[in-house]
């Protein structure tokens, strides 16, 4: 597997926005964006299936989209009206072979390296 190309994160105050972006080298069937906090496990924010079919986690619906570009083969994480509670380190992940698509960590075999997103009070 081959690490994914991440970019994006930052430092914001409450209500600001960011805007993340993670690059695969080849076709992914599933893409999602996930989040981990020291001493606490990694979830799951936001999904989009090859199908353009999408799922949020309830923290962040109605606050962050997730887009695709499938001529670059790159995926998005819109976050707007950001909150203190979502400083997290986050991570893009994508399942590259075919099959299913869910939303549990472990079913993803790709990852980036993580971007630190930092909202302030």
């Known amino acids: 597997q081959v690490q994914l190309a991440e970019s994006g994160g930052g430092s914001v105050q409450a209500g600001g926005s960011l805007r993340l972006s993670c690059a695969a080298s080849g076709y992914s069937y599933c893409m999602g964006w996930f989040r981990q906090t020291p001493g606490k496990e990694r979830e799951g924010v936001a999904f989009?299936?090859?199908?353009?079919?999408?799922n949020y986690a309830d923290s962040v619906k109605g606050r962050f989209t997730i887009s695709k570009d499938n001529a670059q083969k790159t995926f998005y994480l819109q976050m707007d009206t950001l909150k203190p509670e979502d400083t997290a380190m986050y991570y893009c992940?994508?399942?590259?072979?075919?099959?299913?698509?869910?939303?549990?960590?472990?079913?993803?075999?790709?990852w980036g390296q993580g971007t630190q997103v930092t909202v302030t009070s």
């Open positions: 989009i299936w090859s199908s353009g079919v999408t």
């Open positions: 992940a994508v399942r590259s072979r075919i099959g299913f698509c869910d939303v549990r960590p472990d079913t993803y075999n790709d």
